[in-house]
């Protein structure tokens, strides 16, 4: 059985609708230890015919058996297989890969072997001695002359250890003595029992080999054999499969290491949009922290009111004076998970003090509840004693300059309230100031008792306005627990029970400060946009510019999909570059404004959390992976035939 059988070749090319018939009907046998010339008038259809038997082409009739095994029907990845396996290709022009030295040049095609790096680097090494290029492993293809180039490209062409070396005018750029020694390498080849095919114009090359196919007109119009060929079967050839996602990384890597300039701009400019998500959200957190820190310094963030009626909502003190708390809802709300104690509370509005003689008007008088916090009480105590009133700071100011005297006095306190009987009148009792706190709200406080009793001593009872709600646990306890509160039905069988005093606010703030925060890092998130597009145009340029090197990966038998996974690698690192130092960025100017605003604020301002750090890190790699979506697919659809002839 022959190595390589072609039986009634036929391939055309159409142009619109005309049809150009440049191989018709060609059959050959060929076999091992042979070194075959092909000649024939130029546009005689050569290339074409080696590009069928190279399985670049798969779209002629007739068929290309190896070892009798029909190529006609291989897929893609068969073909691919095909190349890497058995096909060992020597263009006139070289085609080596620009940006690697030569050692990396025959070393790209050890890559889909099994062989370790440091065996790659040794047989890469071996081959490109072989060829006398010892002492040039470390340059660049432009370093090389004519000749030296197409030694480099001999041995990577044997590197696979491929039965079949196809070589389109090798020797087509070089003078007579290059041709001379590259002959006879091609000749050595042959003698290890590899099929070498060569394309020539030139008589000298084809007299060289074993024997001379000419042809003319589409078909072979001479076949002759001018020596014996070589008798000897080829190695077993060597392990190969396609390129390991490690290895498309490492090719991405080299790719940007010698873009670097470029790079590293397209790193800094997608940097920036994450930056400044990141940033922006850390801020955000800064921002959210000190205010609550602010308000839960004079507050007790884990006591939350609650009241009744849909209206009852916030801080509309008119509503929640109507409303009624039984204690069959107070022994439902001591039921709510994490509810330790349920306070009753009541409240009137307008109270007056009077003290020597001088009447000031508070805003809200208040049974005192565990809202308040007890370090802000600076003077004296709690009103938890009958009859006595705690007030806020700025309240006793207006009463005496020197307010701190006040505690232990008493003090004339009057508030209006709505009777019984519908008549809005007076109430007035002597009261002792307990203490003063610390506050930014202008509650005068005293305890549930003492009104109770103010208000009996004007034969009317005293409604519960309002409940507090103590919660267990942290402060991450009280959302949930308000919001179960909220859910709960009320005696008359309805949802409406509400929320309210500072708690409440707290959370309505700490929304809209979400709120805000997310519309900035949303806008901040644009430059994320314009950096998604500054990848696809790169990566578009780069698909144009490395068009020849996906030809000459695709001919060693890289895939279609290995070619789609180096643009995919290319843009996973611009983006994890680009994100992760973005993210040091954030922490150090982190750093650095928290620093110097310490003097002025005891609060870390920005507070970049590690789960911004990697939301910034996943978007900007989900964003790149995107863009390289439409240049990568590109890059995998170009016809390899096309990009090898690409200048
Ligand atoms: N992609 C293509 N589309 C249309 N026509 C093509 C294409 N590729 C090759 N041809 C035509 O097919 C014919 C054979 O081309 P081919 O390159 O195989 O010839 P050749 O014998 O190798 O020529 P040369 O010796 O000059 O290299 C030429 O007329 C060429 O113009």
Redesign the pocket.
Same mark, same amino acid.
């Given at each position: 059985m022959a190595l390589l059988e072609l039986k009634d070749i036929q391939k055309s090319?159409?142009?619109g609708k005309e049809e150009?018939k440049?191989l018709k009907g060609i059959s050959l046998k060929f076999n091992h230890g042979e070194f075959v010339s092909l000649l024939? $008038?130029?546009?005689?259809?050569?290339?074409?015919?080696?590009?069928i038997i190279g399985g670049l082409d798969s779209n002629y009739q007739g068929d290309v058996f190896l070892n009798g095994k029909s190529l006609k029907h291989d897929t893609d990845k068969q073909l691919d297989e095909y190349r890497r396996k058995t096909i060992g290709f020597i263009f006139q022009n070289f085609n080596l890969i620009g940006h690697m030295t030569i050692l990396g040049n025959v070393q790209v095609a050890l890559e889909m072997s099994d062989l370790s790096h440091a065996e790659q680097v040794k047989r890469a090494t071996q081959l490109l001695e072989r060829v006398g290029l010892g002492e040039h492993i470390h340059k660049h293809p432009n370093q090389l002359s004519g000749g030296q180039k197409q030694r480099v490209a001999i041995a990577r062409a044997l590197a696979s250890d491929p039965d079949i070396i196809i070589a389109? $005018?090798p020797t087509g750029a070089l003078d007579a003595q290059n041709t001379d020694e590259i002959l006879k390498l091609l000749d050595e080849i042959a003698s290890e029992g590899k099929l070498v095919l060569t394309?020539t114009?030139s008589d000298k090359v084809a007299a060289y080999g074993t024997r001379v196919v000419h042809?003319a007109n589409g078909q072979i119009d001479s076949d002759k054999k001018l020596r014996d060929s070589y008798d000897k079967e080829p190695s077993n050839g060597m392990k190969l499969h396609p390129l390991r996602m490690i290895d498309t990384f490492k090719m991405a890597f080299q790719q940007m290491s010698y873009n670097l300039k470029r790079n590293l701009l397209i790193i800094f400019g997608g940097a920036i949009g994450i930056f400044s998500v990141i940033f922006m959200l850390g801020l955000g957190n800064g921002i959210k922290g000190y205010i609550n820190h602010q308000i839960y310094s004079q507050i007790n963030p884990n006591s939350v009111q609650v009241t009744k009626g849909k209206n009852g909502s916030g801080t509309d003190t008119s509503a929640m004076l109507k409303s009624n708390v039984t204690d069959k809802d107070i022994s439902k709300l001591k039921d709510v998970k994490n509810v330790k104690q349920v306070e009753k509370g009541a409240m009137a509005v307008s109270p007056q003090l009077t003290y020597n003689g001088k009447t000031t008007q508070g805003q809200i008088l208040q049974t005192y509840n565990s809202t308040i916090l007890s370090n802000t009480i600076k003077q004296g105590t709690k009103p938890t004693a009958l009859n006595t009133v705690l007030l806020p700071k700025s309240v006793a100011q207006k009463i005496k300059s020197n307010y701190k005297s006040l505690v232990g006095k008493n003090i004339k306190l009057s508030f209006a309230f709505l009777g019984n009987n519908g008549q809005q009148s007076l109430m007035t009792k002597s009261v002792k100031v307990s203490g003063i706190y610390d506050s930014a709200s202008p509650i005068i406080s005293v305890s549930y008792d003492t009104l109770k009793g103010i208000y009996k001593d004007n034969k009317q009872t005293l409604k519960t306005n309002f409940v507090t709600a103590d919660i267990k646990g942290g402060v991450a306890n009280v959302n949930p627990t308000q919001d179960k509160i909220k859910a709960l039905k009320s005696s008359n069988g309805k949802k409406d029970f509400q929320i309210t005093g500072a708690g409440s606010i707290v959370s309505t703030l700490n929304t809209y400060i979400s709120l805000a925060v997310n519309v900035l890092a949303a806008i901040a998130g644009i430059s994320l946009l314009v950096s998604a597009i500054m990848i696809i145009v790169v990566l578009y340029i780069s698909v144009a510019e490395r068009t020849k090197e996906i030809g000459i990966l695709r001919a060693l038998g890289v895939t279609k999909g290995n070619v789609r996974g180096l643009f995919f690698s290319e843009a996973l690192l611009l983006g994890l570059f680009s994100s992760i130092s973005a993210t040091i960025v954030a922490y150090l100017i982190q750093w650095g404004i928290n620093s110097a605003a310490s003097g002025a604020i005891d609060y870390s301002i920005i507070q970049i959390t590690p789960g911004n750090a990697i939301f910034g890190i996943v978007i900007a790699v989900i964003i790149n992976l995107l863009a390289a979506l439409l240049p990568a697919g590109r890059a995998a659809k170009l016809d390899p035939? $096309?990009s090898l002839s690409a200048e």
């Open positions: 090319y159409y142009l150009f440049v024939g $008038e130029s546009g005689g259809g050569k290339s074409t015919l080696m590009n389109d $005018e394309v114009h042809m035939i $096309e």
